[in-house]
């Protein structure tokens, strides 16, 4: 089973998220795990601090490295092939590849940072990768992880139901193949005089040429 470790000082935007769709079926049919920890846990303080104004001046408040450090540690040595991830602008942007190798390990930690960011030596001695979903800056981890969470999740065999599903999409480099989707009506007209219709090879039954075209159209997601 697939664990999921998310380290968050707003463990609440998750309520509904575990609750809905197939991540909730995957977890009641003990596929995976998600487990949401909040960081004030690892705190000492009586106000349970996790932040403080960062050196050198600026502004915004920073997460501290001590709590980070010990949720990190107490976490990871539950589990034997892990990987702890922090979400950063900085980081490596997540791909269909990435989300291929990490649903191979027994546990993906996930780091959330808020406000001006995280205390550098998380990046530079906890965190095994930095990543980031895309050239822009979030308010923090929390829709990442998400992410990260949905995008792994469906390649754990099971989670989708139909294996066929996910075979006949993934290519040789572990990257993905999106195609173009029609269902019914077979006709639609938005208004008078204008229809549009799925292509007729779709609705031909010959599957073979299907693939063919599917082939065609379809657009490798590897990078």
């Known amino acids: 089973m697939l664990n999921f470790d998310i380290i968050t000082i707003f463990p609440e935007m998750f309520s509904s998220y575990l609750k809905e769709s197939l991540i909730a079926r995957a977890q009641k049919k003990r596929l995976i795990k998600i487990n949401v920890h909040n960081l004030r846990k690892w705190t000492k303080d009586r106000h349970k601090t996790v932040d403080d104004r960062p050196y050198g001046g600026g502004l915004g408040m920073v997460l501290k490295v001590e709590s980070i450090y010990k949720a990190v540690k107490e976490i990871k040595a539950k589990g034997k092939k892990v990987k702890v991830i922090l979400f950063t602008p900085r980081g490596r942007k997540f791909n ?31 965190a095994d990768m930095e990543l980031s979903i895309g050239e822009y800056d979030l308010m923090g981890g929390e829709l990442p992880s998400m992410i990260v969470i949905e995008t792994v999740a469906r390649l754990v065999p099971g989670v989708l139901g139909k294996p066929q599903l996910l075979k006949e999409r993934i290519t040789k480099s572990k990257g993905f193949i999106e195609y173009p989707h029609y269902t019914r009506p077979e006709v639609f007209s938005p208004k008078k005089g204008v229809y549009w219709k799925v292509p007729k090879l779709l609705i031909s039954g010959h599957h073979k040429n299907i693939q063919e075209w599917r082939g065609r159209r379809g657009k490798a997601i590897e990078k």
């Open 96 to 126: 269909q590849q990435i989300a291929y190798n990490l649903s191979k390990l027994d546990k993906v930690v996930m780091i959330c940072g808020r406000y001006e960011g995280v205390d550098e030596r998380v990046a530079k001695n906890i």
